[in-house]
């Protein structure tokens, strides 16, 4: 496809012209724009710093700024797949999310209403966590017109808890209970992969599976190979429009430690790319990258898997974006 001439300002800065250390890190070196001023963009990359879902070890507030840094290292083409996402559709670091440290559900409030501004008008989200909680707020906005969504969901756990703590319901461990009971997805059409790990009492799962969540512990996944389970998963997705969301402790731990609740035996990054790219052709509306915590990830490594998964994300939103845009004539 050729570029189209009123793309150019929406380019990375390539590392050819200006080194990838030197100037003011953007994620993937794109042009900054404020989100009032972002009418031509047609996805955002937007960070959400914050953290206040977790019940464990804290720090994924950190995660956008990290990830916006390692991202700088991100070039323009996917050598595996052909495609140039920044060439398919304008993209621009919209900034972070406003939130509020001190307050779960202003934060959840404040988060939903700049998802929704960007909904309106029609621009595709590209989420840096943050925690799971995040995935709340970013569904409230896209669900509305749109419920229910169709949903694929990279995890170690389920995040289909009910409750924490005697009875408190907004945590990163039940986003998907309330979005489900919420009808903000429907469960018929969510499939998870990669659970795995000591449970609490497995409440999680047998809700989501009697509701027709289609769970892939990570044991199925290995058994039956990843191309087995993203066929499986498209068939349940179909036609609908579906949002991805990526829990960087999906990833084993030994690529990817710097997480709040690391969880072993998980999958290799190269597979998650791979899934990831044959997602290629689903009705993609947005899709996040939570859980990166860089108080745990001193080298950057962890954030550095997750700017990849964010570039491979990137890459199937475009398309959708590309496919849609056409399709409107
Ligand atoms: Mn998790
Ligand atoms: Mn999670």
């Known amino acids: 496809m050729t570029e189209p001439a009123e793309n150019a300002h929406f380019l990375p800065r390539s590392g050819m012209d200006v080194p990838r250390f030197a100037g003011i890190p953007t994620f993937m070196r794109l042009p900054y724009c404020p989100p009032e001023q972002a009418a031509p963009v047609e996805i955002a990359i937007v960070g959400v710093p914050w953290d206040g879902g977790t019940t464990n070890r804290a720090g994924a507030r950190h995660g956008p700024r990290q990830l916006r840094d390692l991202s700088t290292m991100i070039r323009l083409v996917n050598q595996a797949t052909g495609i140039s996402p920044f060439r398919l559709a304008r993209c621009a670091d919209l900034g972070d999310a406003p939130v509020n440290p001190a307050d779960l559900h202003d934060s959840l409030a404040r988060i939903e209403g700049f998802f929704a501004s960007l909904d309106t008008r029609g621009i595709v989200p590209l989420v840096a966590g943050g925690d799971h909680l995040v995935s709340l707020p970013v569904l409230r906005a896209l669900a509305r017109g749109r419920a229910p969504l169709a949903m694929i969901h990279f995890d170690a756990h389920t995040d289909f808890y009910d ?167």
């Open 163 to 329: 409750s924490y703590f005697g009875g408190f319901r907004y945590t990163h461990g039940t986003p998907f209970r309330r979005a489900a009971e919420e009808g903000l997805i429907d469960p018929a059409r969510v499939v998870q992969i990669g659970i795995r790990g000591t449970a609490y009492d497995g409440e999680d799962v047998a809700w989501a599976r009697a509701h027709g969540v289609r769970v892939v512990f990570i044991e199925e996944l290995e058994d039956r190979g990843f191309r087995a389970i993203v066929e499986e998963a498209r068939a349940i997705v179909g036609s609908h429009p579906c949002y991805v969301s990526f829990d960087i402790d999906a990833i084993d731990p030994a690529q990817a430690p710097g997480t709040g609740t690391p969880e072993v035996g998980g999958i290799p990054v190269l597979t998650a790319q791979r899934m990831i790219r044959m997602l290629d052709g689903l009705d993609l509306i947005g899709a996040d990258l939570v859980e990166v915590s860089p108080p745990f990830d001193p080298s950057g490594q962890t954030a550095w898997v997750g700017v990849n998964l964010m570039f491979e994300l990137l890459c199937v939103l475009a398309r959708a974006v590309v496919r849609r845009r056409q399709a409107a004539g």
